[in-house]
């Protein structure tokens, strides 16, 4: 299970994520909308050839392999009619793929979603040593303005002054937005709204920085082991059989999955096996075709032989998606773990990406899914067995309410065998 707009999450320059939204005017009756265009800037013939090789890849993609051959009701040829003038017609790429970005959205689907060349190169360094300012940004839903999320110590922005809960804007006139590239040495000015409200423009150098790591282990605490998940990475379930390898029964395990959205299935099913017995079935999915598979636990959970007996609670909130998601539930249902936080976005369709010719990338549904006790969880989510939301102030003050009341849910005396590991019935 790949990302979606996953692209609504962008670490810059590590792009997670691009959301492409925009505001045209309801056509009456179609459910397609029409556009207003203003006279579009002259484009060169090799740029309109690329737009229509992206834009006409993007629809018939869609139109031969998205997991619902009804597309939702979409009537996809009318979509056509309508952006692909605008897709033709686009000087640059955040115009291209906000156009794209604004067709795909006809599906209301959070995993289908195209990524323009510059996010999907981010996408591609996350874990290489790369140009950074340092930004966490999660687009908002006018599409105009991304949330600054999180500023990196020590990075850049953080040196300008630059703070969580700034917004960049990035609409009509902006001086930087997302899909350009950014360089070591080239200074780029952000149009940035401070916490106040105030227009704070501010220019900021990239430099060379080392990766953050996607999984971390924080030990600092007695008695509690701590794994902090960014991405459902590659080498996941190995890593995570290394932290739970030797571990003394008595030591609760923490998994934070706050703020992750999601990644590879096969990571997730990894990390079910270090909780839940071999085999058990937690979840099916069924595709295009309409044929119904089951996902079984398959081992992969790096040298442990058995699951572990620990006791374990999840951390979600409303940027958990995808595999972060379907991983919470899995241990809900089977009641091998509590789950603590905000319920998670309910973006849970199986979904594939393809590289476009412009180098940029498409994610699209390929499968349903549902819990092994029959749930759909897509635009539903997890809904946690103890609610306790993070906002921005507590961020900004260095608390955390999230972990401190999965601590709390964990020093609790089960009052059920609710974390016994035991076989589930076949779907």
Known sequence: MILRRLFRMLMVPAAMSLALIAAPVSAAGSGV????????????????????RVFDRVWNEVRSQYYDPGLHGVDWNAARRT?????????DDRTLYRAIGDMLDLLDDDHAGAASPAV???????????????????????????????????????????????????????????????????SVTLSLIDGDGAARPIALTPRMMEPTPAFVADRSRPGVLVLTVEGFELGLGRWMGEQ????????????????????????ADAVLSCFLPLDRPWAARTGRSGRRMELRT???????????????????DGNSRSAAELTPAALQEARRAIVVGAPTAGAVLISQETRLP????????????????????????????????????DRLAGRDPGLDAALAALAEPRSQPAMALQAAPAL
């Open 33 to 52: 909308p029409t556009v207003v265009l203003t006279a579009p800037a002259a484009v060169s013939p090799e740029r309109a050839r690329m737009n229509q």
């Open 83 to 91: 952006w692909r003038p605008v897709a033709l017609a686009a000087p």
């Open 120 to 186: 999907a190169r981010r996408q591609d360094s996350l874990r290489k040593r790369r140009p950074a300012i340092g930004l966490s940004l999660r687009a908002e839903p006018s599409g105009e303005t991304w949330l600054i999320e999180e500023v990196r110590p020590g990075s850049p922005a953080a040196e300008a002054g630059v703070e969580a809960g700034w917004r960049l804007m990035t609409g009509e006139g902006a001086l930087w937005t997302p899909d350009q590239d950014i360089a070591e040495g080239q």
């Open 244 to 267: 739970l390898q030797d571990l003394s029964p008595e030591t609760d395990v923490v998994i934070d999955l706050r703020g992750n959205p999601g990644g590879r299935l096969a990571e």
């Open 298 to 316: 398959a081992g992969g959970c790096g040298t442990l032989q058995v699951p572990v007996a620990n006791d374990v609670a999840v951390l979600v």
């Open 358 to 393: 412009d180098g940029g990338r498409l994610s699209l549904s390929r499968a349903d899914f549902v819990t092994s006790g029959g749930v759909r969880l897509e635009k539903r989510g997890v809904t946690p067995d103890v609610d306790a939301p993070v906002t921005l102030e």
